[in-house]
């Protein structure tokens, strides 16, 4: 069982530019999150989805950030216009059932790791 | 919302010693607490967890303890070796959408 893939792994953009991080959740899993990691910092959540769905967003940037989980396909979030700020890693975790009430785990990819010049 | 907070920031220890995380949270609602490691340049991997209707949970050279009368949870490794070395990240989850994600603790374990 494949585990959270995420790509690219690394990735060099320009001011101005976009950013698209893709992340294909584990087998079995229809519940997506998306954390940012700053350079020596924590894990900061930015959105929760489900297929189709935007569940929770209020981690998320209110501008030039955006998420998506179509039917088909991975999961991908976009940014818009990158500026050197958002330089950081980002990672996808999926589970296999929501989180709320403690009831679900939560798993990794390796990271997408964006550097804006 | 929730906020959980890891102590220390850095840790140091001999190869053979114990190490030890402490970190606290603030809603009395949470009732899981997972533990990840990360890797330089890798994703956080869960390494355990525990539930709240438990104290203590051990799996081999790592236990977490719980006390949800003061709101805290630590990690403890016993015999430390240099593959421990790592960040290592606590977490608590209740009524929210998400995992809270403390600071991080990044040990090394000196031969």
């Known amino acids: 069982n494949a585990g959270v893939m995420q790509n690219p792994r690394h990735l060099v953009r320009r001011r101005g530019q976009e950013a698209r991080l893709r992340c294909s959740p584990m087998k079995g899993h229809s519940h997506v999150y998306w954390y940012r990691q700053l350079p020596e910092e924590g894990l900061k959540f930015m959105v929760y989805?489900?297929?189709?769905?935007?569940?929770?967003e209020s981690g998320m940037p209110k501008e030039r950030f955006s998420a998506e989980f179509p039917k088909e396909g991975p999961s991908i979030l976009r940014i818009q216009q990158v500026v050197r700020g958002d330089s950081a890693a980002y990672f996808c975790?999926?589970?296999?059932?929501?989180?709320?009430?403690?009831?679900?785990?939560?798993?990794f990819g390796e990271g997408s790791r964006l550097t804006v010049l | 919302g929730e906020n959980v907070e890891q102590h220390p920031s850095t840790l140091s220890v001999q190869e053979g010693d114990s190490a030890v995380i402490k970190c606290t949270y603030s809603?009395?609602?949470?009732?899981?607490f997972p533990w990840y490691k990360q890797e330089l340049g890798k994703g956080p991997q869960l390494i355990i967890d525990i539930r709240s209707n438990v104290g203590e949970k051990k799996d081999q050279r790592i236990a977490v303890t719980l006390n949800k009368t003061a709101k805290h949870f630590s990690l403890h490794i016993t015999e430390t070796q240099p593959e421990d070395s790592a960040v290592y990240f606590c977490?608590?989850?209740?009524?929210?959408?998400?995992?809270?994600f403390g600071t991080g603790t990044s040990l090394t374990v000196i031969p």
């Open positions: 989805l489900q297929k189709e769905n935007i569940i929770d």
């Open positions: 977490a608590a989850s209740g009524t929210g959408n998400q995992f809270y």
């Open positions: 809603d009395s609602a949470s009732n899981y």
């Open positions: 975790a999926s589970s296999p059932r929501t989180l709320a009430g403690g009831t679900g785990e939560l798993f």
